[in-house]
């Protein structure tokens, strides 16, 4: 907080005790001038309109002697203690001392100022000087140029700067009187406090104090006046001279007094007057305004401070801290004269009277004077319901009407004694009246009375609330349900139709026709055109209970429940139940806002009444509320919010990691491995009704929507995958005006190196090397087994062409010469005549002999032509060929490259081989009329195309699907080559075999 002033000169603390002097009597100006300021500036409104708040070491102070209260800009309150300086966010304090806060030199503080940089300082005992900067506490003496024996007090340069003021005191020139003081200041620059003797001030006057014994408590300089106080005075020392007096009779009401400082201007002072009274005097106007009727327990004035909400803030001696602030409720009670620990139904007269009912007897108030009732004649002495019907009859309990000051009978007493207590009455169009009881309703028009329960088609028995529908008929309300009446038929509602609840306990229907339904424990409800609304919790509504329901003229519903009185704007139900928004805001009430509790009473009609001043009353345990929506001041500054700390593993985050975060928006928390569970401290800093304010968080990376914290102050997280995140939190104040901005921190979890990218990467790698591994190793090993296949293959071809070779060899070399000797021996038999028979039988024999001889040539090429071995590849090949053509009708059209020496040895006759079948195939099983046979060699590689234009065949195989073996030798023979080979047939389509081989020359 930097205060609005040239240089500040603060609170003196000593012992001194003034020395005797002429005492001046003051009896007859303090009567002329507090009859002065009465007549002109006018005393406030005497009804008190401030709640005092204590803390004390027992709620968590370190000590309970206080000396000093600012308020900073980022919203904390600081009080100095002699046992620490303490912290402040409204809910919980933190302290600062040796013990836990490196650089701090005692744990006695004084004085408190901010600078312009934000910078806290603190004076200690000793003289010395703590600076708060970046969350680092630094201690100046004498070795940063401050006196050597100094009695230290702050100020503010006009730019703010901080000014050290070493104060000394002057002998008082008489008993009673001020001392003079001379105050010598110093400008800190440069890590260093510099002499700056123009900022320096020296006291004139001798006042003299009246005769009263006074110690000089504080000191002030603002721009060029000065400012001291003793218990009973306030002393202003003008600029220019003179001076003004503030006491009793002169600008104050009360005697003791204590100065408040702060963040409100002109500058206010708390006195107390003689019959314990504490007034709020402002200094520039001289306006009175009664804060308490009486002090606080232990509230010994000795400094004030205004914080930035209106806020009152008082140090005291000994007895902790106290805070004043402007109440929302009156209460009345029994310091009031409303004796009573149950207050349940609430009416307001013709007269203006406000009736109350009690569990045991009956108040009423009227001109400020509550009046007893307690049993009496036909009045049972209590009070259950109340109903003033349009005569201006006013009916208690069912049971009882008041008239002429005194209670008489009802009309239909016998018959609603029978059901003991009306819970709820009412007067119909037709001056007809209806109660309501635990029983059912009974309805009483003209001496005749009728009963309706469930039987007749009420939803339930326990009937709370009737009230009149603004179409004709009524609407009651009851344990069971919710009941319609019109023209003799009811008609019920129950959760099964879309009710809110069964417990209904509240019904209102606005202009619009509406009915709102408040109900015991399941929120509130809206009909309208034969739809149901609901409002619960989870829908931003305060409490499940609403014991009543009651509209201001401000567009506000008022409800009551168990927690205390809250509101919300009617805009928003409506804008809710058609959807145009999803959530309530809901602005609550309780003890801390002067209700006598925070517990309201229902089930009991009506609990709670508007009256027709507009105020609103609402019935609670040991008392009744009361609020004027005119004088509600909603609190519209968002508060702000801060994270405090961090915890990792239960460990704090160090200082300077969680100095370079605030400071540095780069920087990001690093949750290491192994450090699995985090939580984040936040606040947000509204001193009004701190402990309602509300949080939402959400750690983006994690979390798709906001966390609804409530009023949790702390955030806990743990086993997060590793990655980067955002925490985020905002906050609500009192009246739910949200900080949207709210505060944030960066937050990366680091993997284990068995998640980084690198070990990963790594991992696949090594399992992209394994795979091409084991890959490689399979082609390896298929290869091998292919090439062992390949191999085998080729050696037993190459088994059979030598088997082939050697069985074409013996037949051409001993069973062909064998016949070809009988072949001769038969013509050598038939040229010599015996007989012409026998001649005849040679011929025959030899004539089979040569065909024979002819055949095993024929097989002995077959099994190994001799052109191959003779003339090469592709002489036998043509001669194949044109053997084939002779010897069939089909057409062959056919181009042979010269491809001897191409293949490696052995490897002719395996393409030979693949011709030759490829031509058996045509003759046997192709039907074709034409075939074409080319041979090509071309860029080292040779290319076998046979094609025909026969009948084709499925080109999976046969129809049992299985390759032919004549196919299957020719796949086989091609990768031998290490060739591979393609048939390309449909059946009717002819065929056509392509082999590619890689050729090899010798």
């Not at 406030?44 to 709620?59: E, L």
Request: hydrophobic share 40%; charged share 25%.
């Amino acid at each position: 907080m930097q205060r609005k002033r040239e240089h500040v000169v603060r609170a003196i603390h000593g012992n001194e005790r003034l020395v005797s002097a002429v005492s001046v009597s003051f009896g007859v100006m303090r009567v002329f001038f507090w009859v002065l300021i009465a007549l002109c500036s006018g005393v406030a409104d005497a009804r008190a309109q401030y709640r005092f708040d204590h803390w004390t070491a027992d709620n968590g102070l370190p000590q309970n002697s206080l000396r000093d209260i600012v308020q900073t800009r980022d919203g904390y309150l600081w009080f100095t203690t002699f046992d620490g300086l303490v912290r402040f966010d409204g809910v919980r304090f933190t302290v600062f001392n040796k013990s836990n806060s490196p650089g701090l030199v005692s744990n006695r503080f004084a004085e408190l100022i901010e600078d312009r940089n934000g910078d806290l300082w603190a004076t200690v005992e000793t003289g010395m000087i703590v600076r708060l900067n970046r969350g680092r506490f630094t201690a100046y003496g004498p070795e940063s140029g401050l006196p050597d024996i100094a009695n230290m007090r702050f100020g503010l340069d006009r730019q703010g700067n901080l000014i050290a003021y070493d104060l000394q005191i002057e002998a008082r020139p008489s008993l009673y009187s001020m001392p003079h003081i001379n105050a010598r200041a110093y400008r800190f620059e440069g890590g260093r406090f510099q002499p700056a003797d123009e900022l320096g001030y020296t006291s004139k006057e001798a006042l003299v104090l009246g005769g009263e014994s006074s110690t000089l408590r504080h000191f002030l300089v603002i721009g060029e006046e000065q400012w001291s106080d003793t218990a009973n005075w306030l002393i202003r020392h003008l600029k220019g001279g003179g001076v003004r007096i503030y006491r009793e009779g002169q600008g104050l009401p009360g005697k003791r007094m204590a100065p408040i400082w702060g963040n409100q201007q002109p500058f206010r002072a708390l006195s107390q007057d003689a019959e314990g009274r504490l007034w709020l005097t402002d200094l520039e106007s001289g306006r009175h305004e009664l804060m308490s009727r009486q002090a606080p327990e232990g509230f010994n004035l000795w400094r004030g401070f205004a914080d930035k909400e209106g806020n009152y803030w008082f140090a005291t001696h000994n007895n902790g801290l106290f805070r004043a602030r402007r109440q929302t409720v009156t209460p009345y009670g029994k310091a009031q004269g409303l004796i009573a620990e149950e207050v349940y139904p609430m009416v307001e007269s013709r007269d203006g009277s406000l009736w109350i009912g009690t569990t045991n007897q009956l108040f009423r108030l009227k001109d400020g004077i509550f009046t007893r009732y307690a049993s009496d004649g036909f009045f049972f002495g209590s009070g259950y319901s109340l109903y003033e019907d349009r005569a201006g009859r006013l009916w208690v309990d069912g049971h009882s009407q008041w008239e002429n000051g005194k209670f008489i009978r009802a009309p239909w007493w016998d018959e609603i004694s029978r059901w003991s207590l009306a819970w709820t009455m009412f007067q119909d169009g037709d001056d007809s009246y209806w109660f309501g009881s635990a029983h059912g309703v009974l309805h009483y028009l003209d001496g005749v009375s009728t009963y309706y329960t469930t039987k007749d088609g009420l939803a339930g028995n326990d009937t709370k609330v009737i009230i009149e529908d603004r179409e004709g008929g009524l609407w009651i309300g009851s344990y069971g349900g919710l009941t319609h009446y019109k023209n003799g038929k009811f008609t019920a509602w129950t959760e099964k139709d879309g009710l809110p609840g069964n417990n209904v306990r509240a019904l209102r229907q606005d202009a619009d026709g509406a009915l709102w339904i408040g109900t015991y424990d399941s929120g509130l409800g809206r009909f309208k055109d034969g739809r149901f609304t609901s409002y619960t919790v989870n829908d931003g509504l305060f409490d499940s209970g609403v014991f009543q329901i009651l509209e201001d003229d401000y567009g506000w519903f008022w409800m009551s429940c168990n927690r205390g009185i809250y509101r919300v704007r009617k805009q928003d139900l409506l804008d809710f139940a058609e959807g145009r928004i999803r959530t309530l805001n809901s602005l609550a009430y309780n003890k801390s806002d002067g209700m006598p509790s925070s517990e309201c009473n229902g089930g009991r009609w009506p609990a709670g009444v508007r009256t027709r001043d507009g105020k609103l009353w609402f019935p609670a345990m040991h008392g009744v509320a009361m609020i004027d929506p005119a004088e509600v001041k909603s609190n519209t500054q968002p508060p702000p919010v801060v994270i405090e700390g961090m915890r990792i593993n239960n460990l704090p985050v160090s200082f300077d990691v969680w100095d370079a975060l605030i400071h540095d928006p780069r920087s990001v928390i690093r949750i290491l491995p192994g450090q699995d569970n985090f939580e984040i401290e936040y606040t947000a800093l509204s001193f009004i009704n701190s402990e309602n304010m509300r949080f939402r968080y959400r750690l983006e990376g994690a979390d798709h929507d906001w966390v609804e914290a409530g009023t949790r102050r702390t955030a806990y997280f743990s086993h997060l995958a590793p990655g980067d995140y955002t925490f985020r939190v905002i906050a609500a104040n009192s009246d739910g005006v949200w900080n949207e901005a709210g505060a944030s921190v960066e937050i990366t979890i680091v993997p284990p190196f068995w998640r980084t990218w690198w070990f990963t990467a790594l991992l696949v790698l090594g399992a992209v090397g394994a795979l091409a591994a084991a890959w490689k190793y399979r082609v390896a090993q298929l290869r091998s087994v292919q090439i062992a296949q390949q191999n085998f293959a080729r050696r037993l071809i190459e088994s059979q062409e030598v088997e082939r070779k050697r069985i074409a060899a013996e037949l051409h070399d001993s069973l062909g010469q064998n016949l070809l000797v009988i072949k001769n021996r038969a013509m050598i038999g038939a040229s010599t005549p015996p007989d012409d028979r026998a001649k005849a039988q040679f011929e025959e024999i030899s004539s089979a002999v040569s065909q024979t001889l002819e055949e095993v040539r024929t097989i002995s090429h077959d099994l190994r032509p001799p052109h191959l071995d003779q003339l090469g590849l592709h002489t036998a090949l043509m001669a194949m060929i044109e053997k084939v053509e002779a010897s069939s009708e089909i057409r062959f059209v056919y181009k042979i490259d010269e491809v001897d020496g191409l293949f490696a040895p052995g490897d002719d006759i395996v393409i030979y081989r693949i011709v030759q079948e490829c031509l058996n195939n045509i003759l046997k099983h192709s039907g074709a009329t034409e075939a074409e046979i080319r041979l090509t060699a071309a860029g080292g590689r040779v290319v076998l195309t046979v094609s025909d234009n026969g009948r084709g065949f499925a080109a999976q195989g046969n129809s049992r699907g299985r390759a032919g073996l004549g196919l299957q030798g020719i796949a086989e023979r091609a990768r031998i080559l290490g060739g591979r080979h393609e048939i390309i047939t449909s059946p009717g389509r002819g065929a056509t075999i392509t082999v590619t081989v890689e050729s090899k020359e010798r």
